[in-house]
């Protein structure tokens, strides 16, 4: 088991909660997005050894039996504004005009002060003109599902839809390892330079799903486990997640997949050592972890093609 250093990212919208969450400190400056378990090359995940990317290129078999390359990226998000509404592309367009891996991602809500919520897929059925009117006169929102949320949320966001997550949420996001993202409507803020943010409209409806959303989550109920109980919260072709709520000595030894850990409150042990909230862990293919304390921990594995 390694434990995992964050990467901290300063974005116009972001807040500073994870100070107080997570005993974070980034000088001062916004932390929007702290990024957890990682190997994308705009902020790999650091242990003691190096980097989670070079321990990987060296012990291919850590991610699965197959060596696999390693499918996610896992980033905490403060939303102290709106974030820009925009969508990601699947794997064959961004792999052709990106360059990188298409984002389908999953967002667990840990926190959201009143009010808030997320904007996610269309109402109904939309055509690509009706759409860019929107866009061009500034109501793109009224398309939108708006979706108030609360601590315990979880949510499918597929490769393709339209979705901007609200003012006042902190979320829990697992994505495909990329950092592909299309803006298209960013309620003509300026970024850091005091110009208007790029969009990225003509790529955008080039990906976009304009049907109705559906969703596609697929959360379990919680089943009783030794050392607490375990839920799915969400499983795709990209990964798994479930979620552990921790009241003693859990154990598990995933012959199949690497397993990333991420302690989203309490406190306890992880083969020893010692962990708190916010601390993050990889745990190669084939390895047991042994995890003591009373805490609520999101376990990641790869998805079922």
Known sequence: MIRLQAVLKDYI??????????????GGKRMSESWEVSVHCDGPSRYEGGTLAEYL?????AVDKAGSPFPVLIKYIDAAQNLSVQVHPGDEYARRVENDNGK???????GAEQGAGIYCGFKRDTGKEEFLRKVKD??????????????????????GTVHAIGAGCVICEVQQSSNVTYRVYDYNRKGADGKPRSLHVEKAV???NFKAFEDHTNTGKYVNVAGGRLRRLTRCKYFECRKLDLNGRYAEKNESSFTAV??????GKADGQLFKAGDSFFVPCGEEFVLEGSAEILLTTEGIQ
Not at 57 to 61: E, I, Q, R, Y
Not at 262 to 267: A, F, P, T, Y
């Open 57 to 61: 290129k060296k012990n291919p078999l």
């Open 13 to 26: 919208w972001g807040g500073i909660k994870f100070g107080k969450m997570f005993g974070r400190d980034n």
């Open 206 to 208: 080039d990906v976009i």
């Open 104 to 110: 389908t991602e999953m967002w667990y809500i840990l």
């Open 262 to 267: 991420n302690v989203l409150k309490g406190e």
């Open 138 to 159: 500034g109501t793109v929102e009224e398309f939108l599902n708006f979706i108030p949320v609360k601590e315990g949320d979880c949510f499918l966001i597929e490769a």
